[in-house]
């Protein structure tokens, strides 16, 4: 990191001598425009309207115009004005934390100890440290005299830029100033939607999807050219999403209580995480039924198996029949033969639901 500003925080008659650097930067992946016809890059130039020729910078100053009159400053002047040219970071008072309002915030910015000895740097991050305060500051940075918050990050002293409270809007929405009633019930089950999302902050765990998606996109087009098919490279069709669909409070509150819970008890459940998505108790039943049929199957066996006796039986019985018939009439003979075979066939027939392999089994081994 290279160092912005140097300057030092004025604590009481301590003089804190630091470096500044920007704390934090922008990841965007940077884009610039160009002509659709043919690609050539489009570039902004400083032209000027008197003239009409294009002004190099070190040749343009800042003005301010009011009530059709304009006033030109140079950087001459504006170096001149005193606030600008301190490089002090002076601390005017110590305040809780929670004091000061997030919205203020505007930007960050480390500050590095700039003396052979950081004994005074780490008397004033201890004192912050020990009266659990939040040190407010006055600087200069960049043409412009700021509001600050001094505090404690991983041992190093933070400084952060609060915008000026007149540059804070004031919130007026007449829709707001409506008399809105809330059931006890909508209030009850949001305040459990709250608490089944409850969790610490750990910033690590999002991503910034945009520029994940435009990369991708980029390595589309490096890969296919004018040909690139955006449906497939990001399985959706472009512009497909953000249309939510209005239902009522209750419902919304409810199916959205419902997904938190399908999706914590099991994962890869269905989308739409209903109770019963994630929950395993639905397994109980199943095996139940599983049991259930096997009983009915050793059940069936063991019908099969008097079946198959009984036939055996009705076989051998037929047997003697048709021995002691053996003198009489062949019509007679047959037609009692024909009906042990009608009797065979009725007595196996009571499981013909089950393979015909296992009856043909059973039937051989009393035979």
Sequence with gaps: MRAIWKGAIAFGLVNVPVKVYSATEDH????????NA???????????????EVVDYSDIEKAFEEDGRTVVLSKEELKSIPAENSHEI???????????????????????????????????????????????????LREKTRLGALR???????????????????????????????????????????ESMAADFDPTSFTDEYQVQLRQLIEAK?????SLDTEETFGIEPGEGGKGEVIDLMEALKRSLDRKRGGGAAAGGDSDGGADAGDEEPAKPARKAAGTKASGTRTAAAKTGTDDAKSATARQAGKATATKAAAKPAATTAAKTSGTKSTVTKSTGTAEGKPAAKTSTRTRKPA
């Design 28 to 35: 965007d992946i940077s884009l610039h425009q160009v002509h």
């Design 38 to 52: 043919d690609g050539g890059r489009i570039r902004y130039q400083r032209r000027c309207e008197v003239c009409g």
């Design 90 to 140: 002076e601390v005017v008072q110590f305040v809780p934390s929670e004091q000061l309002e997030p919205m203020m915030f505007e930007k960050s910015y480390y500050l590095e100890p700039d003396s052979k000895s950081p004994k005074a740097y780490v008397l004033l991050r201890r004192a912050l440290e020990d009266t659990d305060r939040v040190a407010v500051v006055q600087f200069a």
């Design 152 to 194: 404690i990050k991983d041992d190093v002293l933070v400084l952060q830029s609060l915008l000026w409270p007149d540059e804070v809007r004031e919130a007026s929405f007449p829709s707001l100033e409506a008399d809105i009633r809330i059931s006890a019930q909508e209030r009850d089950m949001s305040a459990a939607l709250v």
């Design 222 to 226: 490096l890969e296919q050219g004018e």
